[in-house]
């Protein structure tokens, strides 16, 4: 099965910051959307972030607004989730989802591919 490629996870003193990469191989032509969900040990999955590939319309969950940043290179078919002031409640397992058409399924962890996750982990 084709897995999106992720990189970027570690562990952070509460306040740091950690930078995700997920880059689309290039068996997959097309996206719609690209964006990362986590799911921290049990807790539901949770859409973090979001973008629309074509037109580069952007989601944020409330609980990552104004720390929390994606943005995408097409170019290099790269998607980057900057995360700053980092809270030991954003310790989980970070996944990088991406769907070819809508809707959107990456916002509730159901994307049509994914990567394997990448953990990211904050300390009080």
């Known amino acids: 099965q084709v897995q999106l490629m992720e990189s970027g996870g570690g562990s952070v003193e509460a306040g740091g910051s950690l930078r995700l990469s997920c880059t689309v191989p290039?068996?997959?032509?097309?996206?719609?959307?690209l964006g990362w969900f986590r799911q921290a040990p049990g807790k539901e999955r949770e859409g973090v972030a979001i973008?629309?590939?074509?037109?580069?319309?952007?989601y944020h969950a409330d609980s990552v607004k104004g720390r929390f940043t994606i943005s995408l290179d097409n170019t290099k078919k790269t998607v980057y989730l900057q995360m700053n002031s980092l809270r030991p409640e954003d310790t989980a397992m970070y996944y990088c989802?991406?769907?070819?058409?809508?809707?959107?399924?990456?916002?509730?962890?159901?994307?049509?591919?994914r990567g394997q996750g990448t953990q990211v982990t904050v300390s009080s």
């Open positions: 973008i629309q590939t074509g037109g580069g319309v952007t």
């Open positions: 989802g991406a769907d070819e058409a809508a809707p959107c399924a990456v916002r509730i962890g159901a994307s049509q591919y």
């Open positions: 290039p068996s997959i032509e097309r996206t719609y959307c």
